[in-house]
């Protein structure tokens, strides 16, 4: 009997792992296209992280530090002037996908501690 609760007990450590595992994969494929958006985008032309980038904009270092959600994020994104009426932001374009991509990067950006 305790031979059969031992290896049910493993049998679901294995599956909660393995789901856990998947999922942090995700978030870092995420983080790594979000990345590639910020690249394409050409956000460091005004943006700077890690001291690397433009001074127009707010240095994004330590973004995901701000407390920020990533609905308000998005939201700015579309329309910077609704959340901040004195951003010089212009809007960012892209798809949904692009966007929450674009989020999970910024909100990965935070201080060495």
Do not use: N
């Not at 330590?62 to 932001?89: N, Q, T, V």
């Amino acid at each position: 009997m305790i031979k059969y609760i031992f290896i049910s007990i493993i049998g679901i450590w294995m599956v909660v792992f393995s789901f856990g595992a998947k999922f942090a994969q995700g978030a870092d494929e995420l983080v790594g296209k979000g990345k590639e958006i910020y690249t394409q985008k050409k956000c460091s032309m005004c943006h700077k992280i890690e001291g690397v980038g433009g001074k127009i904009g707010p240095d994004l270092s330590d973004e995901g530090d701000k407390g920020r959600s990533e609905e308000w994020l998005i939201k700015y994104f579309k329309d910077p002037k609704s959340s901040m009426p004195e951003a010089k932001m212009r809007p960012v374009k892209g798809t949904d996908e692009e966007l929450k991509a674009l989020v999970a990067y910024l909100m990965s950006l935070k201080k060495a501690k």
